[in-house]
């Protein structure tokens, strides 16, 4: 009894198993490609997702049309590009190519113009990734080495910046600066810290008397 209960159980096991892989297999590629699409947009950062959707269009025969969603957010961004005169201009170009990227995640053109609005706004991490994602979306172009010099240019700027940051920071007195009075100094005697930068002053005063009751660095 237990050998015939065990055949069953394989049994049900495998016409299971097999029915799973042919609904699997049964899935076409734009359907898959929908699927990825969807996910992608629960978490828009995720960089490999994007990477396995370029992959997966680019076996798709035909492949798939940009959408006029993703096609009208790259004409904003353009614009916003051209009008572009601050860091703060270029951001909103970003934003436009960021949608652009998302509506159609294999749109080569779209992390081409991200990546260098990204780049002068001052965003060099991501605009590294996405002109990465450019290459990988456009392996066959003709400007692949002028993009990977572009790259390199980005990794020294945002190198340079990082020092800079540093120096910038030690360099800048702290930003905790403001008037505080102690209401329990004895009689009418009031203490008052005076903080500037790192600079400490401590006052007493009564009336219009004032004395200074100490100074100290932070």
């Avoid at 080569?108 to 994602?133: E, P, R, V």
């Avoid at 990988?136 to 800079?164: C, F, M, N, V, W």
């Avoid at 120096?167 to 903080?195: A, R, Y």
Wanted: charged letters at 30%; proline letters at 4%.
């Amino acid at each position: 009894m237990n050998c015939k209960r065990i055949v069953i159980t394989l049994f049900v096991f495998i016409i299971v198993s097999a029915l799973g892989f042919t609904a699997y297999a049964a899935e076409s590629p734009q359907e898959a490609l929908n699927q990825y699409i969807a996910d992608l947009q629960k978490n828009p950062n995720d960089n490999a997702l994007r990477e396995k959707i370029i992959k997966h269009v680019q076996t798709m025969k035909p492949a798939p049309e940009i959408s006029e969603e993703a096609r009208r957010h790259m004409g904003r961004g353009i614009a916003a590009m051209k009008d572009a005169k601050s860091a703060d201009d270029f951001r909103d170009a970003v934003k436009e190519f960021e949608k652009a990227s998302l509506a159609a995640p294999w749109f080569a053109n779209a992390y081409y113009n991200l990546g260098i609005a990204q780049d002068k706004a001052g965003i060099y991490t991501d605009a590294i990734k996405s002109l990465k994602l450019y290459l990988l979306a456009s392996p066959d172009a003709k400007d692949t080495e002028s993009i990977k010099g572009l790259i390199y240019e980005i990794e020294y700027r945002q190198e340079k910046a990082a020092k800079e940051a540093v120096v910038k920071k030690k360099e800048t007195p702290s930003d905790f600066s403001g008037l505080w009075k102690n209401p329990d100094s004895p009689m009418c005697w009031v203490q008052e810290f005076l903080i500037s930068g790192r600079e400490l002053t401590i006052l007493s005063k009564c009336g219009e008397s004032t004395r200074v009751y100490g100074r100290g660095t932070l």
